[in-house]
């Protein structure tokens, strides 16, 4: 008997869906959302993640932005696979949150592989350097 779709989801399929959004590979091959709702907010994804990425680094004033998109889509993630983990769902809609899963899930990796300056960082090494500079040039006048 083919499946429709309207089929209640059955432990066997959640579990398989389940596993689908867990594996690490889940993603590979996969493309980005072109939106995605978090809460009341419909967020850009695709658009909003090719232009950090066209950045080639987080540019600072991008920084917040980017750690705050990130941060919701990683809630909005959990939140999506704890409902197809225990939500009453049919196949079709399974199928669809798993899908919609791995998707998000797409779309943090590509925003995890963006290199973000660590400014205070910098700031620090340029700060050690000059202090050798100058604790070697004090050496030489003695």
Do not use: C
């Given at each position: 008997?083919?499946?429709?779709?309207?089929?209640?989801?059955?432990?066997?399929?959640?579990?398989?869906?389940?596993?689908?959004?867990?594996?690490?590979?889940?993603?590979?091959?996969?493309?980005i959302p072109e939106?995605?709702?978090?809460?009341?907010?419909?967020?850009?994804?695709?658009?909003?993640?090719?232009?950090?990425?066209?950045?080639?680094?987080?540019?600072?004033?991008?920084?917040?932005?980017?750690?705050?998109?990130?941060?919701?889509?990683?809630?909005?993630?959990d939140r999506r696979?704890?409902?197809?983990?225990?939500?009453?769902?049919?196949?079709?809609?399974?199928?669809?949150?798993?899908?919609?899963?791995?998707?998000?899930?797409?779309?943090?990796?590509?925003?995890?592989?963006?290199?973000?300056?660590?400014?205070?960082?910098?700031?620090?090494?340029?700060?050690?350097?000059?202090?050798?500079r100058w604790v070697?040039?004090?050496?030489?006048?003695?």
């Amino acid at each position: 008997m083919p499946d429709d779709g309207a089929t209640q989801l059955g432990e066997k399929r959640r579990e398989e869906l389940l596993d689908r959004v867990s594996r690490r590979t889940a993603t590979i091959g996969q493309s980005i959302p072109e939106t995605v709702e978090v809460g009341e907010e419909t967020i850009e994804l695709k658009s909003f993640v090719w232009e950090t990425k066209r950045q080639g680094v987080v540019p600072p004033e991008y920084r917040e932005r980017v750690q705050s998109v990130r941060s919701r889509l990683k809630r909005e993630r959990d939140r999506r696979k704890e409902r197809l983990a225990e939500a009453d769902l049919t196949v079709a809609e399974g199928e669809r949150l798993a899908q919609s899963i791995v998707g998000i899930d797409r779309a943090i990796t590509a925003l995890k592989s963006l290199k973000e300056p660590d400014l205070d960082e910098h700031k620090h090494e340029q700060t050690v350097k000059s202090n050798k500079r100058w604790v070697s040039f004090l050496d030489q006048l003695r």
